[in-house]
């Protein structure tokens, strides 16, 4: 059986309390792990994008449902970004006072200049998209054209950017296709592996050599999800076999 848990949120615990029974503690049969403590991986193996704040999360956060503009065009091949040439997406978001009112009690971005936090309606917000990598930023609009050019943008967020023309997005999916391009890079799914521990057991040998659990540890794996037969399964298998069994039922 695979019990399946989708999450949208992105955690890592540590635990180091671990009591071996040596100081006649309450937990006297856990054998803690060499490392001492215990980490909560993505599904593939790897720590993910755990930032809330990062540039993959930006355009749902404080784009998606408002009121943005979208331009795209290609960099020179001899630009000293680093990227070599190749195609840039920008999105920008100008405030005003209705704007800012709205998002004055969302948690203030790391990238905000300094002292600007009371006048949000004169900066405009921009993600710049590039083959190098992706960077978000929020702009003090304060010195700035009445109406700045989306490659004076660029170029704020990323001065040796080369570019001279940037057109449009018009595609009627745009947002969509830019949401999932900036969240490709997002882990969501998680894996989790429940061991029985007998009552006098404390080695691994003994740990993974159960074969059957008690009535409380059915009560246990019910209280956590639904159980489903991998065979019959089609959402995230976890690295589990859904089609020969190699792994369990």
């Given amino acids: 059986y ?19 029974g040596d100081s006649g503690g309450g ?41 943005h503009f979208n331009f795209c065009g290609l960099e020179d091949n001899n630009n000293a970004c680093g990227g070599g040439g190749g195609p840039m997406v920008l999105s920008v978001k100008y ?17 905000t ?8 309606h004169h900066h405009i917000r921009v993600i710049l998209r590039l083959t190098s990598g992706t960077v978000h930023k929020l702009l003090a609009a304060d010195g700035l054209p009445d109406q700045p050019s989306p490659i004076l943008l660029a170029r704020m ?6 570019v001279t023309t940037l057109q449009p997005v018009l595609c009627p999916r745009a947002s969509e296709l830019l949401l999932n391009f900036d969240e490709h890079v997002l882990v969501n799914n998680f894996k989790f592996g429940v061991i029985y521990q007998r009552v006098g057991q404390t080695t691994e ?7 059957v659990h008690s009535p409380a540890m059915e009560r246990f794996l ?4 639904n159980r489903v037969l991998l065979s019959e399964h089609n959402g995230y298998r976890g690295g589990l076999d859904t089609q020969f069994g190699q792994t369990g039922e």
Avoid: K
């Fill in 2 to 20: 695979h019990l399946n848990q989708q999450n949208n949120s992105h955690n890592s615990y540590h635990d180091n309390s671990y009591d071996s």
């Fill in 157 to 162: 967020v990323a001065p040796d950017v080369s």
């Fill in 95 to 111: 405030y005003n006072d209705s704007s800012a009112a709205s998002e004055s009690s969302s948690s203030q971005d790391s990238s």
């Fill in 205 to 211: 040998e003994a740990l993974f050599g159960n074969r």
């Fill in 27 to 67: 937990n006297p049969m856990i054998s803690p792990p060499p490392i001492g403590d215990l980490r909560l991986m993505g599904g593939n193996g790897d720590h993910g994008t755990t930032d809330h704040d990062s540039p993959c999360r930006t355009y749902r956060a404080h784009f998606l449902q408002s009121e």
């Fill in 113 to 120: 200049p300094s002292g600007a936090s009371n006048h949000h």
């Fill in 222 to 225: 019910d209280s956590l999800g």
